[in-house]
């Protein structure tokens, strides 16, 4: 199993984002199970569950975001993954148009999402970097994990929504799903399916970045830089190539699945 090493990697990087991948391997089990037999598995529905696939999911945007620092170009690394995320986007339309396939549109998943962030954090990397070095990163990751926590309250909690929404100017965007990648869709035009809005997310890529950045000036222990296991670093490494073929490979295992139980 070939994997890349040297002195700009840090093999627990690659090893936490490899169980991240992971991790989403085993619930878009869950999820086309769930779309091929029309069946609701309740235990997914159990809240110490939903917060496992969150939390899943905010790792690997925050270790993406901890990967920047170690990166030469995130703007292109950022167009790339957007490139990718709008051509998922485009064969789920046409899946959800063109073969009347429910809840398949993916307008803005978290290719989407790490695209734009990796490509803002470039944009603003001399002054994020900058800032780091006539105070501790540690602030910039202190100030930006709070503000993704206040932001995820907003979004996903409700927090102040009725003050926001009684304000005319909201309504209207939100009529016309302009607040769809701001956290706010609305459900009548298309649900949002793998969604990952810019908000409260990229503060959590920030959040990421500004850890790198410590990381990057700091001497870590030996034994984080050391590989400790290799599958998990092979798939760390490879999460890109994963996630794009993985429909490729389940979707279709589970639909054999269901023809040979009926």
């Known amino acids: 199993m070939k994997i890349k090493e040297g002195p700009n990697r840090i093999a627990a990087i690659d090893e936490i984002r490899g169980i991240a991948i992971l991790g989403m391997l085993v619930f878009h089990s869950i999820v086309y199970y769930e779309m091929i037999f029309r069946v609701h598995l309740e235990f997914v529905r159990i809240p110490l569950v939903e917060f496992v696939v969150i939390a899943g999911g905010g790792l690997f945007i925050f270790i993406s975001g901890v990967s920047c620092s170690f990166s ?3 703007i292109r ?5 957007l490139s ?7 064969i789920t339309f046409v899946m959800w148009k063109g073969f009347d396939q429910q809840n398949t549109f993916i307008f803005f998943g978290i290719l989407h999402l790490l695209g734009v962030s990796m490509i803002v954090f470039g944009l603003s990397e001399k002054a994020v970097k900058k800032s780091a070095k006539t105070r501790s990163p540690l602030i910039g990751f202190v100030v930006f994990a709070g503000l993704f926590a206040i932001s995820y309250l907003m979004v996903y ?4 929504e009725q003050a926001v929404f009684s304000l005319e100017p909201v309504q209207t965007l939100y009529h016309w799903n302009l607040l769809y990648v701001a956290g706010y869709p609305n459900w009548s035009a298309f649900p949002p399916i793998d969604f990952y809005p810019i908000l409260p997310w990229i503060l959590l890529f920030f959040a990421g970045g500004y850890a790198g950045i410590w990381i990057v000036q700091n001497k870590l222990p030996n034994w984080i830089t050391r590989v400790h296991i290799r599958p998990l670093v092979f798939c760390g490494q490879h999460t890109m190539v ?3 073929i993985h429909p490729l490979i389940l979707y279709p295992a589970i639909l054999l699945i269901k023809m040979l139980a009926t």
Not at 84 to 90: D, K, M, N, Q, R
Not at 157 to 160: N, T
């Open 242 to 244: 994963i996630y794009l």
């Open 72 to 74: 030469k170009s995130n």
């Open 84 to 90: 990718f995320g709008l051509l998922i986007s485009a």
């Open 157 to 160: 909690r409700g927090l102040w």
């Open 77 to 81: 690394r950022g167009l790339i993954c």
